[in-house]
């Protein structure tokens, strides 16, 4: 084995225990004297007696919505059925759940495994103090369907490994087609459009005139009230992948795609550009990109609730005005049009805008984020004597139905297996689920019926073999789809998802707010009242003192870690 291995072989379960700091970092029960007890070659159950082993302790965190304990969730009993592991839940509430998981470590009373709620970045944090069981060596030989999938997806193998070479945990995986790669639909009220006698516009010149079109049109709703607006956008909101500040949507026109994804902050106005990490907010797009939308400002096209903030952090203020039964938008970006535009019969009058043409390129982002949501869901600690079940089980939850049911819900709930083997959406005849036991909306259901987000993986290749595709995210990919996602991921190479090393992300801590504060300012100032060659100048002067080139310095260490880590 290499380097400092966080588990021994231990010659019975008998004998296995918790070594002290004077010994072993972690104790371990490798597999040679368990096999009387335990199956670790994918053979249910896992484990054959549960009386002869102590219950692994695994801490949960569990959204507000859930009042069923976690281990009467459907999808948990039926995990422990199937796999015949014991297990003693630790319930910690979502709300604190980082402070109190940090208290938990920094003061020794930590489960044995942690069920979500350990981040990468926390998994580095105590890297040094052996405090969670490097995972590579288990993987490789208790869980064939993640080696699979890492073989397939190299990507995700380089993004879950830390700068040590080791791996901490086992990570959730969620592929919805690229789903949250891209923002949600850009749309244009396509009723307005043929009122004012326009096409849906292929250029940014056609999209301005559009623009022009409805402000001139007067009182295109037909309330009898001038509360139309040609464009709304979220100034500075980079919630729900970048869906709502579309400014990041037009500086690929002017030449270089910046991009922003509030699931990845430090990592704003990064691309990949030939292979190299790039700080996209100091090129020359950025500034024309400011520009022309100071002439929308100064042309009254911008609804002025788009500098102002929502209710919450993600969601722009002009979303509320779409809760309504009348059209008040000419163009705007949602996430999910289905949500976020109540009323049918309004959400019937936008279309999704193709990808626009501009005088150096085309508009559309790719955000900096991955499907790889977390590296180290599923996290050993030093204290489970049992670490080669615990890798069994992962390997059990990551089989493809037991995937798509511990994340979305269970047969009986959320789904219904048809005929041809497949998991289908239980829906009534209005496209919703049908909630079962009294339950008030999906969220609450699904909460109460599986743990969700733990350590599973759900590919794209599922769709269609396993299960349905998400059936309220159907509309919010075509929408994807014409704005020119394929394309746009083709194109554009956002940075991927990396572990960094502890003064890696502390530089980035220290560096990254200031630089972020100088780009937001430059902007803001940009729309209100245009650039010039001497604010182009000290803003590309503040970047430098403040340290970008230190900030795409360390991204590119990490990035070349990456590159080598993935073949």
């Not at 495994?113 to 105590?126: C, E, K, L, P, R």
Request: hydrophobic residues 35%; contains cysteine.
């Amino acid at each position: 084995m290499k380097g400092n291995r966080n588990f021994r072989k231990k010659v019975s379960m008998v004998t296995a225990v918790i070594c002290t700091a004077s010994s072993l970092p972690f104790a371990a029960l490798a597999d040679e004297g368990a096999g009387d007890n335990f199956n670790l070659d994918g053979t249910l159950p896992i484990v054959k007696n549960a009386d002869e082993m102590d219950p692994i302790e695994i801490a949960i965190v569990v959204p507000p919505e859930r009042t069923v304990p976690t281990e009467d969730l459907v999808m948990v009993k039926k995990m422990v059925e199937d796999t015949g592991i014991p297990i003693k839940w630790v319930e910690i509430p979502s709300d604190g759940s980082t402070e109190k998981i940090n208290l938990m470590l920094n003061s020794g009373d930590y489960p044995d495994v942690f069920w979500n709620g350990i981040t990468s970045d926390i998994a580095i944090q105590y890297s040094d103090q052996d405090l969670f069981v490097p995972t590579e060596d288990l993987i490789d030989k208790y869980c064939p369907n993640l080696t699979k999938i890492y073989e397939e997806r190299p990507e995700y193998k380089g993004g879950s490994t830390a700068p040590n070479g080791h791996s901490y945990g086992f990570p959730y995986v969620e592929e919805m087609y690229g789903l949250v790669l891209t923002p949600g639909p850009f749309l244009i009220n396509k009723t307005w459009l043929d009122a004012v006698g326009k096409e849906v516009p292929t250029t940014v010149d056609e999209w301005v005139d559009c623009l022009r079109a409805f402000k001139e049109a007067g009182d295109l709703n037909g309330n009898g009230e001038a509360d139309e607006v040609p464009y709304s956008f979220g100034m500075g909101c980079d919630g729900l992948f970048d869906s709502y500040d579309t400014f990041y949507y037009f500086t690929g026109a002017f030449g270089s795609a910046d991009s922003v994804c509030s699931g990845n902050p430090q990592a704003n106005h990064l691309r990949i550009v030939d292979g190299k990490v790039h700080f996209t907010a100091a090129d020359d797009a950025f500034r024309k990109t400011a520009d022309f939308f100071n002439m929308l400002y100064n042309e009254n096209l911008i609804d002025m609730d788009s500098f102002s903030p929502g209710p919450n952090a993600d969601t722009p203020l002009y979303i509320s005005k779409m809760a309504g039964d009348t059209a008040v938008i000419g163009c705007l970006g949602t996430w999910a049009p289905v949500n976020e535009i109540i009323n049918p019969d309004v959400r019937s009058q936008y279309v999704a805008i193709p990808r626009l043409q501009g005088e150096s390129g085309k508009g559309g982002v790719e955000v900096n984020y991955s499907e790889m949501q977390e590296t180290s869901m599923v996290a050993i600690t030093n204290k489970c004597k049992y670490p080669e079940v615990v890798a069994s089980l992962v390997n059990y939850c990551m089989d493809p139905e037991i995937s798509v049911t511990l994340n979305w819900g269970p047969e009986g709930y959320t789904y219904k297996k048809g005929d041809d083997g497949i998991l289908h959406f239980n829906l009534d005849e209005n496209n919703n689920i049908i909630l079962q036991d009294g339950y008030q909306s999906f969220t609450e259901q699904r909460a109460n019926t599986t743990p969700g987000r733990g350590s599973l993986i759900v590919l794209s290749d599922y769709y269609g073999k396993v299960a349905d595709y998400t059936w309220d995210a159907v509309d919010l990919l075509e929408g994807q789809k014409e704005n020119g996602k394929e394309e746009i991921m083709a194109d554009i190479d956002a940075v991927p998802k990396m572990m960094l090393t502890l003064e890696e992300q502390q530089k980035i801590a220290q560096i990254y707010p200031q630089i972020a504060n100088i780009v937001d300012a430059f902007q803001m100032n940009g729309i209100m009242q245009g650039t010039t060659d001497s604010t182009w100048e000290q803003y590309q002067s503040d970047l430098k003192a403040a340290g970008v080139d230190d900030l795409v310095a360390t991204y590119q260490a990490a990035y070349d870690r990456f590159c080598e880590s993935s073949k």
